[in-house]
């Protein structure tokens, strides 16, 4: 994870990273040639995760040793289960150009030029 998240952050070095916890979901092991599981990670500095998911969704997918990363808040499952019922709405979004972003707890608000629109 060290190097990962050095990586991200530019090639910092990170002597202390503070790891809470970091473990593999509780799927089933993938089989060969599908994607491989998620990796769940919990840091105890704050800062230090915004800076990571900041930089991150600047970034997008991360090349690192030839294998692409993607770094994503963790969510809960009903938050993923709403966002995936929206996934159509978000679709026609993209196609329209229309940038869209999701709020906390739950919301999901457009903009097109200088307006924003909360539903």
Known sequence: MRTI???VLGGQQLPRL???RVHCTLLSPPASGEQPRDIVCC???FTLKEDILR???RMGTI???NQFISIY???SRYRLQVRKALWPVMTVLQAAG???RWGYPFSQSA???QDTHTP
Request: glycine share 12%.
């Open 5 to 7: 998240f050095g990586h």
């Open 18 to 20: 503070g790891l809470v």
């Open 43 to 45: 840091l105890e500095n």
């Open 55 to 57: 930089t991150t969704r």
């Open 63 to 65: 090349r690192l040793d």
């Open 73 to 75: 808040q963790d969510l």
């Open 98 to 100: 229309i940038h869209y």
């Open 111 to 113: 903009r097109r030029g």
